[in-house]
């Protein structure tokens, strides 16, 4: 079968734009066939594209399918194991169709969540470090960067889930922090634009932060630390605010010191979506979202193949909201 899938075309070096993308098509065989239905996008794939990568896992080479996690129908099966029409999720990437043993997909239950795009959500990585790394609990008060992206606006909730007794947000508008606030249960939220963060923490969180759950690091890891109680516990999970740039530092390392004057606990971590991880967030969020006390964040895009570059290169300069996922026409 011939499809057509996303290649890069060249290393990302500062800001990434459509010319490092390039479609292509290729012949997919193997013992199963998926069609692709949706795929999801994340921030962390831009530095899988760059020539010096700097997270521990390979990165993508020109002329490589660019992408990870996708969910899609099987269209041809020569295993016992999965049928046709049967939904799957797998790592293979940006591209309409793909094939391969049918080790390399997992069944899903079609049943188990509102639509097939919930099990693109990166609720795993939210729940990991909020739950398990942080270990929230009843009485904290959880401040949360980056709030509006698919992994902060699912922390905070998880946070109010577990019993923290406010959970403040910070985003990259007006309209976002309202969002945290109006329909996403955040107790109070900001735009980081309007005037220094630390000044936001401390009207907002007067006796201090006793979370901090963070994607983006720069100014608000230090106004983190700035307002936080002895003995808080940051779970850091990324570092957008250097990242999206080009700047040759794109992972600082964190101010130890200040954190630890203040008696800060810092609990740097990556979550490698092992089967117990999988279980867990999957536990608490059908439980959740029957109950009612859960809203998943997620914006999906309509388009063709063509326009996943486009989503991706949208994704990273603000303009959605939650987990993004392209639904393939």
């Known amino acids: 079968m011939i499809t057509r899938e996303i290649r890069l075309a060249a290393p990302v070096a500062g800001e990434p734009g459509p010319g490092h993308f390039t479609v292509a098509e290729t012949e997919v065989d193997g013992e199963v066939t998926v069609r692709t239905d949706y795929v999801g996008l994340a921030a ?14 390979p990165a993508w080479q020109p002329g490589d399918r660019v992408g990870a996690a996708v969910v899609g129908t099987v269209v041809r099966s020569g ?57 929230v609990g009843e009485g904290d008060v959880v401040f ?24 403040i947000g910070s985003a990259g508008s007006p309209a976002k922090a309202a969002y945290l606030v109006d329909e996403l249960g955040y107790d109070a939220a900001f735009d980081y634009h309007d005037g220094p ?63 630890g004057a203040r008696g800060i606990e810092l609990l740097p971590f990556s979550c490698h979506h092992t089967p117990e991880q999988v279980a867990a967030w999957r536990e608490y969020f059908t439980r959740w979202l029957a109950e009612g006390r859960f809203v998943f964040p997620q914006t999906v895009v309509e388009g063709g193949i063509e326009q996943v570059p486009e989503a991706f290169l949208s994704l990273l300069k603000g303009s959605y909201r939650g987990n993004v996922a392209v639904r393939l026409a």
């Open 197 to 259: 963060v630390a000044d936001r923490l401390r009207e907002l969180a007067p006796e201090g932060i006793t979370v901090f759950f963070d994607v983006v690091g720069g100014e608000q890891y230090d106004a983190a630390v700035r307002a936080a109680r002895p003995g808080a516990r940051f779970a850091l999970c990324g570092s957008l605010s250097h990242q999206l740039g080009g700047d040759a530092d794109r992972f600082p390392e964190p101010d130890r010191a200040a954190a």
């Open 144 to 167: 949360v960067s980056g709030a509006a992206g698919g992994v902060g606006s699912l922390a905070g909730q998880i946070a109010k889930c577990r019993g923290a007794a406010r959970v």
């Open 44 to 57: 962390t794939y831009l530095e899988l594209m760059r020539a010096d990568c700097r997270i521990p896992v």
């Open 79 to 135: 295993s016992p194991d999965l049928a046709v029409g049967d939904l799957v999720q797998s790592m293979t990437g940006w591209s309409e169709y793909s094939a391969g043993p049918a080790a390399q997909y997992v069944k899903l239950d079609r049943g188990l969540f509102p639509d097939p795009s919930y099990h693109l959500g990166q609720g795993v990585t939210a729940y990991y470090g909020m739950a398990d790394v942080a270990a």
